[in-house]
């Protein structure tokens, strides 16, 4: 039995625990502070009735609080698990949505959604379509590069693979800057801009509400494919032989990823980095086993998206966009990740 296996359990245990221990800090930090004591009373009296609660605590909890860390939370774990399933996917572990063009396709979606003056509803199912654009473009190259490789006339797979989502995620940035021009600068242009930032101060319950279905839909599908996703670390002859429909598999794991960072985008705007650093860090912990990668993934990823916004509305009287504190740290983590990565393929132990 391999190491990653035995400490399975300890490192959810851990992770549990310190998902927790964040949460329990995010709700007590802010412009108004809130005990530990005040929010167990408010919560119980929310659950049994028998306390009169405190009616700005309540608040300030229930109404303002409590949804935006759980919109963080719910966030960061989807786009962790849409990360690590790309990178199964594409067997590479440097690859996430945004680098594969999949957000810009979902906020060129959205933003669209925004000008036109669309319900929430409506705006993630453009977010949808447009980041299922993208993956089709780019698993659409992916197919082009293998037949012209066999005649020796492409660039490596995987290569060919970044640079596609490297140029789409250009071309689908352009077409959200063309509709940020074409945007009325009184109340569509500020309301688009303030979106792509990426924050969760306007989110509130409607749109957790809209936003779990799409994830809970995303990760079960992910869920219930864990041990045949473990087969797309395999080359395509391999995978056949043991009697997998290697195409339709492809189709389901894009769909659920896909799904997972529309919904991600349309509550929160594009943040990015997440769904390339915390599943390559997890892999590093237990391997690329999916059964492993993916609930430890979206512990982390959730526990990861609350730290950052919780800093980002705590440092600075103006609070800051957590999408700007995730690149801080993601980028320097993806170029060392560039300068010592030496195994490019995910395989499994």
């Not at 945004?98 to 906020?107: E, K, P, Q, R, T």
């Not at 925004?114 to 659409?140: D, E, H, M, N, S």
């Not at 389901?252 to 349309?266: R, Y």
Request: net charge positive.
């Amino acid at each position: 039995m391999s190491s990653a296996v035995i400490q399975k359990p300890a490192l959810l245990l851990i992770a549990c625990i310190v998902a927790l221990f964040t949460v329990a800090i995010a709700l007590t930090v802010g412009r108004y502070p809130l005990s530990l004591g005040a929010i167990g009373q408010a919560l119980w009296s929310a659950v049994s009735g028998q306390l009169q609660p405190d009616l700005t605590t309540a608040t300030v909890l229930f109404e303002l609080r409590a949804p935006r860390v759980v919109a963080a939370f719910t966030v960061g774990a989807a786009l962790a698990a849409a990360g690590a399933a790309y990178q199964n996917l594409f067997r590479n572990p440097l690859v996430s949505p945004d680098i594969l063009g999949v957000s810009a396709g979902a906020s060129l979606g959205a933003v669209l959604a925004i000008l036109l003056g669309w319900p929430l509803a409506a705006l993630q199912g453009a977010a949808f379509v447009g980041g299922l654009a993208a993956v089709a473009a780019i698993v659409g190259v992916g197919q082009l590069v293998n037949k012209r490789k066999a005649l020796g006339l492409a660039y490596d797979h995987t290569l060919a693979l970044v640079l596609a989502g490297v140029v789409l995620g250009a071309l689908f940035s352009a077409g959200v800057t063309l509709v940020k021009s074409l945007a009325d600068p009184d109340n569509k242009l500020p309301a688009i801009t303030y979106w792509l930032l990426g924050s969760f101060s306007a989110v509130g319950i409607t749109e957790i509400k809209f936003a779990l279905l799409p994830v809970a839909a995303g990760i079960a599908t992910l869920w219930l494919l864990r041990w045949r996703i473990n087969l797309l670390s395999l080359y395509d002859d391999d995978a056949k032989a043991l009697g997998v429909n290697i195409g339709a598999l492809r189709l389901w794991v894009i769909a659920a990823a896909t799904l997972l960072t529309a919904a991600s985008v349309a509550i929160s705007g594009a943040i990015g980095w997440i769904g390339l650093v915390v599943p390559h860090a997890v892999r590093l912990l237990v391997g690329s086993e999916f059964s492993r990668l993916l609930p430890l993934a979206m512990l982390l990823g959730g526990t990861f998206m609350v730290a950052m916004d919780t800093i980002a509305r705590s440092v600075a009287a103006n609070e800051i966009a957590p999408g700007i504190l995730t690149a801080l740290i993601g980028a320097p983590v993806f170029i060392w990740l560039l300068a010592s990565s030496n195994q490019r393929v995910v395989r499994h132990p």
